[in-house]
């Protein structure tokens, strides 16, 4: 049984940093990819990033150069490091992971229950 427990969300002010972070259980990331997706309300969720067994990471434009997705496979857990943060930024965000890829969220084979991000 796959379980994503994401931890880390909250507030912070525009400008500020959040780093959330997804542990992994019933999981081994030795194939395909780990995400970062992100609802807003009335909105698509959209992928924000993702980091492939074999190295590659990739961004929406809206994170590059303010967002870094990481992992630690010791810990079977991967971060999302936020910031510059904007309250655009604002939404549920949801860690996902899939033995594939990691592109459209309905392709994404498992996902986590989410962590708010709220920047005012």
């Known amino acids: 049984h796959v379980q994503l427990v994401e931890s880390g969300g909250g507030s912070a002010q525009a400008g500020g940093s959040l780093r959330l972070s997804c542990a992994a259980s019933?999981?081994?990331?030795?194939?395909?990819?780990m995400a970062w997706f992100r609802q807003a309300p009335g909105k698509e969720r959209e992928r924000v990033a993702a980091?492939?067994?074999?190295?590659?990471?990739y961004y929406d434009d809206s994170a590059k150069g303010r967002f870094t997705i990481s992992r630690d496979n010791a810990k079977n857990t991967v971060y999302l490091h936020m910031n510059s943060l904007k309250p655009e930024d604002t939404a549920m965000y949801y860690c996902?992971?899939?033995?594939?890829?990691?592109?459209?969220?309905?392709?994404?084979?498992?996902w986590g229950q989410g962590t708010q991000v709220t920047v005012s």
């Open positions: 019933g999981y081994t990331y030795r194939r395909g990819c």
């Open positions: 980091i492939y067994v074999r190295g590659p990471t």
């Open positions: 996902a992971a899939d033995l594939d890829r990691c592109v459209d969220y309905d392709e994404i084979d498992y």
